[in-house]
């Protein structure tokens, strides 16, 4: 059985633990705040690009674009996975993984179970996992990602995806793809995978709203179509990067409260234990009192 100064000593550090958890719950709960705001920026600038596309599209103007090709036979196929570069996010690095597999049994079998697929994995907890993939699988290579994380933004994000449109363009690979957590709310998140190369031109217009309004487009449509599809690829890879990290906070925001929650109940047990013994003590320094007047 424990003493009294031991349970003292766990209760204190089990106190120490609460309040740091507590810390990095509002922590983590600001930095996904300040993701999601970032998210909501990104949203009219897409939409924005979209009632541009739309308009093209639904002009007598021929328009083409190299990135729109979508290659007859598909040889190499890139998957960019997003996963968190610290712990302490619960489940978070799981759920990835678990799903980049589903997603990688759905490209064989579309593509053919001789598809060589190549995994570009961000953060450096994704990276860990899918080294030992790479490891097992003859099909399965892995790209360099030294200078992209999780929390990579603004240059490096547009430097990241205007590589991946040049390997696209030169034939090094026929389809990429991005796997990522999307951001619903504080509550609720969902893997989704989303085809980021070759761009479906048809799809990105049937998610915009076409107002039906005559343009006059200057300096012609080709041009201009040629300009906003790496416009709008610039804002799906941005959004990819903002998803998963408003995700992975939210993902740590939950953890942390379920660790803050353990802790109460554990102090709590701790505390009530810790009186139990202190009341047994003095019961028994009572009895010894009384005993030893009794004697007297």
């Known amino acids: 059985m424990a003493t009294l100064r031991e349970l003292k000593g766990r209760i204190g550090s089990v106190a120490s633990s609460e309040k740091i958890t507590g810390a990095m719950k509002m922590i983590s709960s600001a930095k ?15 939409d ?44 978070y690095n799981v759920n990835m993984f678990k799903f980049l597999l589903s997603t990688l049994s759905e ?8 598809v060589s697929i190549e995994l570009l994995p961000v953060g450096k907890k ?9 490891e097992s699988d003859p099909k399965v290579s892995l790209g360099d990602m030294a200078e992209i994380t999780s929390k990579s933004e603004g240059d490096a994000v547009k430097e990241f995806g205007r590589n991946l449109q040049r390997r ?17 709310s504080a509550g609720r998140q969902r893997p989704v ?11 990105i217009a049937g998610e915009a709203a076409d107002t039906g309004r005559p343009y006059l487009f200057e300096p012609d449509a ?25 995700s992975e906070q939210a993902a740590r ?20 234990e810790y009186n139990k013994l202190r009341q047994q003590s003095i019961t028994t320094e009572l009895l010894d009192i009384v005993g030893g007047q009794v004697r007297d």
């Open 107 to 114: 490209l064989r079998g579309k593509y053919g179970e001789g």
């Open 48 to 91: 924005c690009v979209q009632t541009i596309i739309t308009s093209l599209l639904s002009s007598d103007a021929t328009v083409d674009s190299p990135l729109t090709e979508a290659r007859q036979h598909v040889g190499k196929v890139a998957v960019v996975v997003f996963g968190s570069d610290d712990g302490l996010c619960g489940a």
């Open 168 to 184: 696209f363009l030169n034939g090094e690979l026929d389809v990429v793809e991005l796997a990522y957590m999307h951001y619903h």
């Open 222 to 246: 080709a041009t201009i179509f040629a300009t906003v599809l790496p416009m709008y690829l610039l804002s799906m890879m941005q959004e990819a990067f903002s998803q998963n990290r408003a």
């Open 193 to 203: 995978a989303d085809v980021y190369l070759p761009l479906s031109a048809e799809t």
């Open 253 to 272: 925001v939950m953890a942390m409260q379920s660790a803050n929650d353990n802790a109460q109940k554990l102090l709590e047990q701790l505390q009530l």
């Open 126 to 134: 994704m990276a860990k996992a899918v080294s030992k993939l790479v």
């Open 32 to 46: 996904m705040h300040k993701a999601e705001s970032v998210i909501k920026r990104l949203t009219p600038f897409r």
